[in-house]
């Protein structure tokens, strides 16, 4: 079964991204077109990859990572372009159940590899309220 991104109207905070190491490819398929590019970050929703070619954003597109949990494949959306025009980000649009899993689990392990990128704590709001309230308890107990 294909599972589809949930969307709401709030903004929920960055899917945790892994920089992916070395050179691992993937192989996009538009159409009867097919390149082969390589991985740069990766998370549950998405990720970016070095492509040859350009595509417009807004491309759909599927998906094939070789990964050490088996190959993942999803349809994808192709996005913006960034680090001059040579990386190009994209999401995941649909994906197996079967898919989500082996996604999920080789993220965990490149996690535990030390391969995460470093959450800003700031941006997430319950963090910033533990913060707010243990600053403010400090502040407190040194008045006392």
Known sequence: MRHLPQHSQTRTPRSPRVSVPDTEQAVVKIGLERAIGILRKLSATGGSLRLSKQFTPGTLADITIRTTCGNVGAAIELLGVA??????????????????????????????????????????????????????????????
């Open 83 to 144: 680090d001059g025009a040579r990386t190009q980000a994209f999401r995941f649009v649909q994906m197996e159940s079967t898919d989500r899993a082996r996604l999920m689990a080789v993220l965990e392990q490149m996690r535990e590899q030390g391969f995460g990128e470093k959450q800003n704590w700031r941006s997430q709001p319950i963090l910033q309220l533990a913060h707010r309230t243990l600053s403010t308890a400090k502040k407190i107990i040194r008045l006392s």
